[in-house]
């Protein structure tokens, strides 16, 4: 009952499916096109600890197992991109899912993603 109650408190802006095929889709039901498996795995990851923050590093260590921190960092930093556009592109804001700092990301479900 009171989880019913927080979301009814809070506007939902997106979805999120990890079970099966990695899917999103934003509010109003417009999906989120997830440009390849790199960026549905950033997406799995965040979603596996939704609303902690990530450190770039461990991320980097899940979804880049074989690369070194320089390629991994360049790596990680363009599949984020690629999340934050396609969000965009699916009519959602990118920094109402994604925060970041130089060191950890974060899914935001404080604004409503679940």
């Known amino acids: ?7 009814n408190d809070i506007a939902v802006r997106g979805r999120i499916n990890v079970f099966g095929e990695i899917s999103a ?16 795995e950033l997406l799995a990851a965040l979603s596996a ?13 899940w979804i880049w197992p074989e690369s070194n921190e320089r390629n991994g960092r360049k790596a990680l930093n363009t599949e ?9 592109h699916a009519g ?10 130089a060191e950890a990301l974060k899914l935001r479900t404080d604004s409503g993603i679940i």
């Open 80 to 88: 984020l991109w690629r999340l934050r556009k396609s969000i965009k």
């Open 1 to 7: 009952m009171q989880e019913a109650q927080i979301m």
């Open 49 to 61: 600890e939704a609303n902690a923050s990530i450190r770039r590093d461990r991320l980097i260590e």
């Open 25 to 40: 889709q934003v509010s109003g039901g417009s999906q989120i096109v997830l440009p390849g498996t790199r960026t549905q």
């Open 92 to 101: 959602g804001e990118p920094e109402d899912w994604i925060s970041s700092t």
